[in-house]
């Protein structure tokens, strides 16, 4: 009110104040220099785009330039005092007009200089090399859902002075403190202490984002968050995805100290914008600060900010001293009708020091300024909450498979419905106690019921977690139910995800909008016992007893004369798993796995014996499967591999069926334009691999690249043999054929449609002659993606 307002004492004076932000999102530019033309004022924005500047110059033109940007101008009368928003657009390809020194571009030069020296600059590569490092983690939920609020509590939040009046608009839900041993090949974990009073808090941010998990390492080629790879500026492949520019030159006790600018030349690719400073003797980083565009090609992610700082050791090295990462994540789930969206902050900071011991600091909670005793009252205070209670059961929903009700889970809810040729529909009330009602006791099963047939099955089962540091539970299971002929106990891959079942479920059936066949009876009498060796290493051992009853589907006949009403099995399997530096998650007696992009290994011996009839046999099995994530710049490769073989004869149910595609759905784990029962091997090897790219060639097309879709491309072969010994028992199903050559598949498509629909163009490349072959298929399928 005071500029504008009338004065003869300003009348020839012109004053300009106003906010500087990025057209592309409208996000706040600090930094700019604001000047005008041909005069010696000069003016910068500060963090939140704001400026002021005046003149009683006879000027009239008002200039913007920043590192990064076109430069921008406006027309100011003489003597005006105006208040304007000034849009800036983002430049990435005229760069000689942001150069503080004149000519061709040097940072790029600089970089490579840079890039030469990384393994030699980067300590934590060497033999030996220790120290100790504590993480501060503090997860924020806020109250409001809006954008202007989030976006100023994000920024306070990096610098970690939120504002009284801010810190009542968030709510804290998970606070934890660790303590690491750090090496050149290994991270362990020495004391961890998570602040709540209740294990709500914890439930919703290690389900929903598995523990706040990051591997930062500028000098690596790629940095990886929450399971998303993000190419450095330091990579070797850096110029392809960023420019550089050299900014200034400043002095320090340290020496002489470069400052490098870089942005991505894509907003869509997964690169950062931001800042770096480099010691001139050794090339050597001394700081970075790096932030994520909002517009770049990840889910739930809208703002990522990384801060290194490191420091000079006696021998001129420099060690990485401090880090702090701070994101926000949005999470629909949950939402409520007063807040749809709401927005998760994470601030976590981490101190190294070389010393045998470091202490953890209880003021300043991660860089925050909450004290340790303030963040703990708040949590027990809020701890029983609805918002937590509501954000607790649906993270329960959504990774155990299980619906809480009280002290009963309803679940797995992939079970609750199907339609199959002997049953028509069918609903089914799976459940089991939780541990409001039993600490260490589970007991629950299932009952179903047929329309068609109008018959009902069931089953039950009761599991005993032991007492002891470790984990052991030993399980009892009777099942008398309808199973696919091609069931097999030994699917432990594609069993670790808790919303499948392995059987004939209601997302192979109604949501597939098919009828299931090649169905049989069957009585299951089974003890299990599962026991972790160390974080490492677990085992489970079963002792099964099995009836499968012949129907027409399986009728059990030997050269058209059946010989057998019922298929007698008894069975001993060990299988043992090996994980490395995985994430479990333990929900009663139910555990759930936590991938990380370290292989998972499985070693399965399997002795049993079996009677048909006037027929009867033992056999052995030795099976091994393995999974991994592998995470690499230009998105992740993911791939299923599994060998194995049989010792001595079977009847066909016993032999090892690759998983065929009937249910219409594309799957990772499945051959997806293969039949059911297609084949049959005693000794195969087979591999599933899907590729899958951060919008490689996707993110450079025009109004495309807003879509945020990624490629995916996949390869399935599997190979075996059968011997015709089998025969001698049984009949095989006419469309069953022994596997004598490579079958080969190859799919195309895109991924992340709407964040959750997966679609791809499949060709089956062998057997094209096969009764009911399809050589090529439109699938889909829905993932949730990062």
């Avoid at 009330?429 to 068609?452: A, C, D, M, Q």
């Avoid at 540091?469 to 008398?480: D, G, I």
């Avoid at 002795?607 to 393995?626: C, H, P, R, V």
């Avoid at 469309?735 to 498509?749: A, D, F, I, R, W």
Wanted: hydrophobic fraction near 35%; charged fraction near 20%; include cysteine.
């Amino acid at each position: 009110m005071f500029f504008l307002s009338p004065s003869k004492l300003f009348a020839q004076e012109t004053v300009v104040v106003g906010q500087i932000l990025n057209s592309s999102d409208r996000s706040p530019i600090s930094g700019v220099n604001i000047y005008f033309k041909n005069s010696e004022k000069i003016a910068q924005s500060n963090e939140e785009g704001y400026f002021t500047i005046q003149t009683t110059g006879k000027y009239n033109k008002l200039l913007f330039s920043c590192i990064g940007f076109k430069q921008a101008q406006i027309h100011v009368k003489q003597g005006q005092s105006i208040g304007i928003e000034v849009l800036m657009t983002e430049e990435n390809t005229q760069l000689g007009e942001v150069f503080v020194l004149p000519g061709t571009n040097p940072g790029m030069e600089f970089m490579r200089k840079v890039r030469l020296l990384a393994k030699t600059n980067d300590l934590t590569r060497r033999n030996g090399y220790t120290a100790q490092s504590t993480e501060q983690n503090l997860v924020l939920l806020n109250k409001i859902n809006k954008r202007t609020i989030n976006k100023r509590i994000f920024e306070q939040l990096k610098k970690g002075n939120i504002s009284p009046t801010d810190s009542a608009l968030v709510i804290p839900i998970y606070m934890a403190e660790s303590k690491f041993k750090v090496t050149s090949i290994s991270k362990e974990e020495l004391s961890k202490n998570i602040f709540s009073s209740s294990e709500n808090g914890q439930k919703v941010i290690e389900k929903l984002i598995g523990d706040i998990d990051t591997k930062l390492n500028f000098y690596h080629n790629t940095v990886s968050v929450f399971g998303k790879i993000i190419i450095s500026p330091l990579s070797t492949i850096g110029y392809a995805y960023y420019d550089y520019y050299l900014a200034d030159s400043i002095y320090s006790a340290s020496g002489k100290q470069y400052e490098i600018h870089f942005r991505t030349k894509n907003v869509k690719n997964l690169a950062f914008d931001g800042k770096l400073w480099v010691d001139s003797a050794s090339l050597a980083l001394t700081k970075i600060e790096a932030e994520l565009p909002n517009k770049a090609n990840i889910n739930f992610i809208h703002n990522l900010r990384i801060d290194e700082s490191f420091t000079q050791m006696a021998n001129n090295n420099w060690t990485c001293e401090s880090e702090q990462m701070t994101m926000t994540l949005n999470y629909a789930l949950l939402g409520d009708s007063l807040n749809p969206s709401p927005e998760i902050f994470i601030k976590r900071t981490t101190n190294y020091r070389p010393a045998d011991s470091i202490g953890l600091q209880n003021y300043n909670f991660a860089k925050s300024t909450y004290t340790q005793q303030s963040l703990d009252d708040k949590l027990k205070s809020l701890s029983n909450t609805p918002l937590l209670r509501t954000a607790s059961w649906v993270a329960d929903v959504f990774f155990t498979g299980y619906i809480p009700v009280g002290k009963i889970d309803i679940g797995r809810l992939p079970q609750i419905m199907r339609t199959t040729d002997i049953e028509g529909y069918r609903l089914t009330l799976p459940f089991r106690t939780n541990e409001k009602l039993w600490k260490n006791v589970s007991i629950g099963g299932h009952i179903g019921y047929g329309f068609r047939n109008e018959m009902v099955k069931y089953s039950v089962m009761a599991q005993f977690k032991l007492p002891g540091k470790k984990r052991r539970v030993l399980s009892l299971n009777y099942t008398n139910d309808y199973r696919r002929i091609d069931y097999n106990y030994n699917d432990v891959l594609y069993r670790e995800n808790p919303l499948t079942t392995g059987d004939e479920d209601i997302s192979g059936t109604l949501l597939a909008n098919r009828t299931a066949g090649k169905m049989s009876n069957r009585e299951e009498y089974c003890v299990s016992f599962a026991n972790d060796w160390n974080s490492t290493i677990e085992s489970n051992l079963y002792l099964r007893y099995n009836n499968l009853v012949a129907n027409e589907d399986m009728p059990m006949s030997l050269n058209g004369m059946q010989v057998g009403t019922a298929l007698k099995h008894q069975s001993a399997t060990l299988t043992t798993r090996f994980s490395f530096d995985e994430k479990k998650y333990n929900d009663h007696t139910q555990r759930i796995y936590i991938a990380n992009s370290k292989p998972v290994i499985y070693g399965i011996l399997e002795y049993g014996k079996y009677n048909l009839g006037n027929k009867s046999g033992q056999y052995g099995k030795l099976l091994t499967k393995m999974r991994q994530d592998i995470l690499f710049g230009l998105g992740e490769l993911y791939y299923i591999a599994e060998a194995g073989f049989i010792l001595g004869s079977v009847p066909y149910p016993l032999l090892e069926i690759p998983q065929g595609g009937d249910t219409g759905g594309y799957g990772i784990y499945q051959f997806n334009l293969m039949n059911n029962l297609e084949y049959a091997t005693d000794k195969y090897v087979d591999l599933h691999c899907d590729f899958t790219f951060n919008g490689l060639i996707l993110n450079q097309i025009p109004i495309i690249k807003n879509l945020n879709l990624r490629e995916i491309c996949s390869f399935n072969i599997a190979y075996g043999g059968l011997s015709n010994s089998h025969k001698t028992i049984i009949d095989y199903p006419f469309y069953t054929n022994p596997l004598s050559k490579p079958y080969m598949e190859v799919g195309v498509g895109l991924s992340n449609i709407f964040k959750v629909i997966t679609v791809q163009s499949i060709w089956r490349l062998t057997d094209l002659n096969h009764v009911g072959v399809v050589p090529r298929g439109i699938k889909a399928c829905l993932r949730l993606n990062l």
